[in-house]
């Protein structure tokens, strides 16, 4: 078991920092699982029913953190895609565990 110094910051509270707010997961998650480039729009629609608000900040902020990058296309109307970036794809492992983790103990969890 791995021990921590009481001066030293705890990493599950820079993970939980990282990786904060109601849709920052799923929306995370998304983007790992489709590893492609996906249109605002279509994120969107694949985590309803998150507003187009929740979803600008959360995307704005896994960009400024290096998680996501954004492309913007010079094209009338313009035209945005999301993609997840290798640094963010590294999260994979982790959310995966996570969703089976979930999966395997949510009818305990319901009836608890």
Not at 39 to 45: D, G, H, I, V
Not at 69 to 91: C, D, H, I, Q, S
């Amino acid at each position: 078991m791995e021990t921590f110094d009481t001066a030293q910051r705890c990493p599950m509270v820079d993970f939980v920092n990282l990786i904060s707010g109601k849709w920052a997961i799923p929306i995370l998650y998304r983007l790992i699982v489709i590893d492609a480039p996906v249109r605002f729009s279509a994120l969107q629609r694949a985590i309803a029913p998150i507003t187009q608000k929740e979803l600008t900040k959360q995307l704005r902020l896994f960009e400024q953190r290096g998680l996501v990058r954004r492309t913007v296309y010079a094209e009338v109307p313009p035209r945005v895609e999301y993609e997840v970036t290798a640094l963010g794809k590294t999260l994979r492992p982790t959310l995966d565990s996570l969703a089976g983790w979930m999966r395997g103990n949510a009818d305990q969890l319901l009836r608890a």
